[in-house]
């Protein structure tokens, strides 16, 4: 008998996670598109095996969080494919990355288990200066939401009325709404993707089959087949939980949005003032610059971030020139010559003149000089900041670096050894209806 491969662990998985997200850092080109799809193929692969092999370890509350990253890739790859082609692709990939840092770190289980022996798996990135504005729906949308939010609550209710009435699963009640259940599922996923645009790039992670609303419902559906009244429960919380989630994050046809308000700073006034203004940067380049097709694109918030940053750290260097002794006036002239390339480039990217690469390079080589120099690092995160926040390690001959190290202690088989599966065909993982629950997680960022 063949003995069964030990399961790499969730850390180690999530170590590569973080060298895709790092990768993503400035934008998905021809150049590092392969290895970035082949970290998302490893770390879904690898995540399926574990969650088979070590169930356990994934209980309750957690197994759906786990399982949810691994249906999630396939939207996070779909939309890589779609570069090119879809306005909002980089968009749909910042969410779905981000979305999934947020499962784990929202989920105490799972982020003891990605920390496990020193490790960083699935790390954090900066949080945004703002909070995202409300997507403005149109009437078609607002009435569909509205008749998502009515009938994820009545599927969710007559499931556990019909568990607590000892119902068999193979009676004609639960039989029939099972036949509901998917087509709600059907339906829902069919409306997300038809709209395109920032609306899929927005909802789709929340809304289509391999989303909260896929997994949420098959969930219900396992738990009618198999008369787990536990998981019944737990899986009508959560499409009525998911509901309100991305209701609160929609303004309904006719409501009038809030007006539109500058986070950056009006005049910076610490170092760590200027690095939390970077750090919006690194979190809106993760997957590159988009323009939509309606002036709802990153460019300028980004080209704006740069531009405060370099202004406010050129002013704190004249005014204060001993908190930049030795070495620091140097590293911060640095900077603020790297900060004008990033934007020339920022400016161009898309028009076959600019690499994105380069502003990715650009954004972590800033990064690592004020991590590299101890007094531009102690002033970035004085009194608590965390300015120039490190993007997770990039992994170096098959070893995964912790935050923004470089190098660490997770030593992971090198992805690219992994072969790729089509992603777009039948190889695609479908959600596990045997999955229990996804509660939602409150720091999900639609933004």
Do not use: C, W
């Amino acid at each position: 008998m063949q003995k069964m491969q030990t399961p790499m662990d969730f850390a180690q998985i999530g170590a590569i996670f973080n060298d895709a997200t790092t990768r993503m850092e400035g934008g998905v080109t021809v150049n590092n598109q392969d290895r970035i799809l082949a970290d998302l193929h490893a770390v879904q692969t690898n995540l399926a095996n574990l969650i088979q092999q070590q169930p356990d370890l994934f209980t309750g509350v957690t197994a759906i969080h786990a399982q949810n990253i691994v249906d999630q890739i396939n939207l996070e790859t779909q939309a890589i494919h779609s570069l090119g082609t879809d306005p909002y692709a980089a968009k749909y990939i910042n969410d779905v990355q981000r979305d999934l840092i947020d499962i784990v770190q929202g989920d105490t289980k799972l982020a003891a288990l990605a920390t496990a022996n020193g490790g960083h798996g699935f790390a954090a990135v900066p949080t945004p200066l703002a909070a995202p504005a409300p997507f403005v729906a149109s009437q078609a949308q607002t009435e569909f939401m509205q008749k998502y939010v009515a009938d994820a609550a009545s599927l969710g209710q007559q499931a556990i009325a019909l568990e607590k009435a000892g119902a068999a699963p193979n009676s004609a009640e639960a039989v029939q709404l099972v036949h509901d259940i998917q087509s709600f599922e059907s339906n829902i996923n069919a409306f997300t993707v038809a709209q395109g645009g920032l609306y899929s790039a927005r909802f789709n992670n929340e809304f289509s089959q391999f989303g909260v609303n896929g997994t949420a419902s098959n969930a219900l559906i396992h738990g009618l087949q198999t008369g787990s009244a536990t998981e019944v429960q737990a899986a009508s919380d959560v499409l009525a939980a998911n509901a309100a989630d991305v209701a609160g994050n929609m303004l309904a046809f006719g409501q009038t949005p809030a007006a539109k308000v500058n986070p950056i700073p009006a005049h910076i006034d610490s170092f760590a003032q200027a690095g939390t203004v970077f750090n919006d940067a690194t979190t809106k380049l993760i997957g590159g610059i988009f323009d939509g097709t309606a002036n709802d694109g990153n460019r300028q918030a980004i080209l704006n971030d740069l531009g405060a940053t370099q202004t406010g750290l050129q002013g704190l260097l004249a005014a204060n020139p001993a908190e930049f002794a030795g070495a620091s006036a140097k590293h911060v002239q640095t900077i603020i010559n790297d900060l004008a390339k990033e934007m020339t480039l920022v400016t161009a990217a898309g028009t076959g003149v600019a690499d994105t690469n380069q502003i990715g390079a650009l954004q972590k080589d800033i990064i690592s000089i004020v991590q590299h120099d101890k007094n531009l690092a102690a002033l970035a995160t004085a009194d608590g900041a965390t300015g120039f926040m490190a993007l997770p390690g990039v992994q170096h001959n098959g070893v995964a670096g912790g935050q923004g190290q470089g190098h660490g202690q997770n030593h992971t088989p090198d992805p690219m050894a992994t072969p790729m599966a089509d992603m777009n065909g039948p190889n695609v993982l479908q959600p596990d209806p045997a999955a229990h629950v996804f509660t939602g997680h409150d720091a999900h960022m639609f933004g």
